[in-house]
């Protein structure tokens, strides 16, 4: 008996710790790392913009992608979810990659650009970003940053539940969304329920307003 009640014990122990490590230590790793990509983006917009010195190149450099793969690219910030409230975008929506911020979905369209602009986050777990998802509501914005300029994107639709194999909803006019035709939009998706994967919440929103980085943000 003594020894089914010391399993028992060594068991709920280990059951509090990893309950801690998913709420709390992956939560602490991910704002780090976040934190790190915000200003390792930050330093590259502020070369990137520096006076230049010297000749130009002989022979500029070949077009590439347009962000290599796990490359942080803009900022997103949504008020709705607090003042304080920004993440980084990188490119690609892997796994390890939405340990670091916000992924964007490949080939689909960069901020400010005709299509669809498709964002994914986690709704729990490392740094919950999009814990709140559920309070979006339409009228609401969300702004994105990149190196010269802010795109303002405002919400037409509360968030809609759909199945994972709905990839239609990130489509250049996406699937179930309010828009018919061509146009600058963002899709937003995370997962649902809360602390499962079964399903995904969307949102989409369209750009309503860009300007210049020099001027004061929307």
Same mark, same amino acid.
């Given at each position: 008996m003594r020894t089914f009640s010391e399993i028992c014990l060594t068991a709920?122990?280990?059951i509090v710790l990893f309950v801690a490590y998913v709420l709390l230590w992956t939560g602490v790793k991910a704002d780090h790392a976040m934190a790190d990509e915000r200003d390792r983006l930050r330093e590259r917009w502020a070369a990137s913009t520096a006076p230049r010195t010297g000749p130009p190149a002989a022979h =500029? =450099? #070949?077009p590439g992608p347009a962000h290599p793969r796990g490359t942080a $690219? #803009? @900022?997103m910030y949504v008020p709705r $979810?607090? =003042?304080d409230w920004?993440? =980084?975008v990188l490119e690609g929506t892997g796994t390890e990659l939405l340990k670091k911020g916000l992924g964007?979905? @490949?080939g689909t369209a960069q901020p400010g650009g005709t299509g669809n602009f498709a964002v994914a986050g986690? !709704? !729990?777990t490392y740094g919950d970003p999009f814990k709140d998802f559920p309070e979006l509501r339409p009228g609401d914005t969300v702004l994105v940053k990149d190196a010269t300029r802010w795109y303002v994107y405002t919400v037409r639709n509360k968030p809609l539940r759909t199945l994972p194999t709905e990839v239609g909803v990130v489509a250049p006019v996406p699937a179930r969304s309010p828009f018919t035709g061509p146009g600058r939009y963002l899709t937003l998706t995370t997962c649902d329920p809360e602390w499962g994967h079964s399903h995904r919440l969307v949102v989409w929103a369209e750009l309503t307003e860009t300007r210049p980085v020099g001027r004061a943000s929307p």
């Open positions: 709920g122990t280990l =500029p =450099p #070949a $690219f #803009a @900022e $979810f607090g =003042p920004v993440k =980084p964007h979905y @490949e986690h !709704r !729990r």
